[in-house]
């Protein structure tokens, strides 16, 4: 298959400079490039040319919110995402906004991940994908849960 993953993906943003210090303050992405007279800025993701994100500013009123994820080990979303996310003012929630603030698993993929918001409410999502078998009928539940489930042991 010609096709070897996803390489660049792009949104928009209200306020450049507010965006980027999310991305890189916030978030802990480098910084790529930026290009102040075409008002957009790039990050690496993950090693350096592995990924990209671009920014791109755009006037408030024109901006359509994105959803992306980045891909975790499954010890992080587990472990570590929540006080991560929190630590930085950022409010973690589950696929199923339930006020439920813990990674839930996909059970069809299977992967476990927890939800947050940019500034622009784009949502962004931490994501790891689990050893395990697909099952389309159990849905979106708990990792605990999953793991009864389908048998399986832990994976942190």
Same mark, same amino acid.
């Given at each position: 298959? @010609?096709?070897?993953?996803?390489?660049?993906?792009?949104? +928009?943003?209200?306020?450049?400079?507010? +965006?980027?210090?999310?991305?890189?303050?916030?978030?802990?992405?480098?910084?790529?490039?930026?290009?102040?007279?075409?008002?957009?800025?790039?990050?690496?993701?993950? &090693? !350096?040319?592995?990924? @990209?994100?671009?920014?791109?500013?755009?006037?408030?009123?024109?901006?359509? $919110?994105?959803?992306?994820?980045?891909?975790?080990?499954?010890?992080?979303?587990?472990? $570590?995402?929540?006080?991560?996310?929190?630590?930085?003012?950022? $409010?973690?929630?589950?696929?199923? $906004?339930?006020?439920?603030?813990?990674? @839930?698993?996909?059970?069809? @993929? !299977?992967?476990?991940?927890?939800?947050?918001?940019?500034?622009?409410?784009?949502?962004?999502?931490?994501?790891?994908?689990?050893?395990?078998?697909?099952?389309?009928?159990?849905?979106?539940?708990?990792?605990?849960?999953?793991?009864?489930?389908?048998?399986?042991? &832990?994976?942190?």
């Amino acid at each position: 298959m @010609m096709i070897q993953g996803l390489y660049e993906t792009h949104i +928009s943003v209200s306020n450049l400079e507010r +965006s980027i210090a999310f991305y890189k303050d916030t978030l802990e992405l480098q910084l790529a490039s930026v290009d102040n007279d075409r008002r957009i800025a790039f990050f690496w993701v993950g &090693k !350096p040319q592995e990924y @990209m994100l671009g920014l791109w500013e755009k006037p408030e009123g024109s901006i359509e $919110k994105r959803h992306f994820a980045f891909r975790c080990s499954v010890g992080d979303v587990l472990n $570590k995402s929540i006080e991560f996310l929190e630590s930085r003012g950022l $409010k973690p929630y589950n696929f199923l $906004k339930d006020g439920n603030d813990r990674p @839930m698993v996909f059970a069809w @993929m !299977p992967a476990v991940a927890i939800y947050f918001d940019d500034p622009d409410g784009n949502i962004l999502e931490f994501i790891a994908v689990l050893d395990g078998p697909q099952n389309f009928d159990l849905g979106v539940l708990s990792y605990e849960d999953w793991l009864t489930a389908v048998g399986a042991t &832990k994976q942190i």
